[in-house]
């Protein structure tokens, strides 16, 4: 079966960095693209960035483009976002998700980023 | 791209229908068929339950369909349960570009 299992997320400074990983198993993960939405506390949910399943094309929501990178290493059946400059408002729990065609299809439990000082 | 548009909260007694809207734009919901459903029960992962407007993923109850109209797509829940109360995203494709509904809770009374 399909399992997606995030880790990375932690507390970090305004202005800091981090990188998420998600290590993919249970289906072809060099075959899929792949997501990465967010979840502030409370609130409702947000994509944040999608990678082709070859991983030429990357794709951002405005608010972190410039300073997110989504990336993914086939190799090892892993997904990335390195998160640069962050701000408080990026607080959030990130899943990753499989896609299936233009939708996730299947997420992760997520990892929590708390950005504060 | 702005959030698509859903009502913050939807109620129901066990048995009854429900139908939650998701309101876009022709560059989203209206331009795509390619709008997905979600159910977050809290403290857990998405799951998803509808994609390309009204396909139910295998294991999916049937007691959940969606449709789209225009700019706006629908989640209809039938036979309401317990269970089924909950978060409900939609979610559209938009070119490249991807966005969510608000989110909208789900009580069943």
């Known amino acids: 079966q399909v399992q997606l299992v995030e880790s990375g997320g932690g507390v970090v400074q305004p202005g800091g960095s981090l990188r998420l990983s998600c290590a993919a198993s249970?289906?072809?993960?060099?075959?899929?693209?792949m997501y990465w939405v967010r979840q502030a506390p409370g609130k409702g949910l947000e994509w944040v960035a999608f990678?082709?399943?070859?991983?030429?094309?990357?794709y951002y929501t405005d608010s972190v483009g410039g300073r997110f990178t989504i990336s993914r290493d086939n190799s090892k059946d892993t997904l990335y976002l390195q998160m640069n400059s962050l701000r408080t408002e990026d607080t959030a729990v990130y899943y990753c998700?499989?896609?299936?065609?233009?939708?996730?299809?299947?997420w992760g439990q997520g990892t929590l980023v708390t950005v504060s000082s | 791209h702005s959030a698509l548009t859903q009502p913050r909260s939807v109620s129901g007694s066990p048995g009854q229908s429900v139908t939650i809207s998701c309101t876009g734009t022709?560059?989203?919901?209206?331009?795509?068929?390619?709008v997905s459903w979600y159910q977050q029960v809290p403290g857990k992962a998405p799951k998803l339950i509808i994609s390309?407007?009204?396909r139910r993923p295998s294991g999916v109850t049937d007691r959940f369909s969606g449709s789209k109209s225009g700019n706006t797509a629908s989640l209809t829940i039938s036979g309401l349960q317990t269970e089924d109360e909950a978060e409900y995203h939609c979610?559209?494709?938009?070119?490249?570009?991807?966005?969510f509904g608000g989110g909208t809770k789900l009580t069943v009374l």
């Open positions: 998700a499989k896609g299936n065609g233009w939708w996730p299809e299947y």
């Open positions: 249970g289906y072809s993960f060099s075959v899929y693209g």
């Open positions: 990678i082709s399943f070859h991983g030429s094309e990357t």
């Open positions: 022709s560059n989203d919901v209206g331009g795509y068929n390619y």
């Open positions: 390309d407007v009204s």
């Open positions: 979610f559209s494709y938009a070119g490249y570009n991807w966005v």
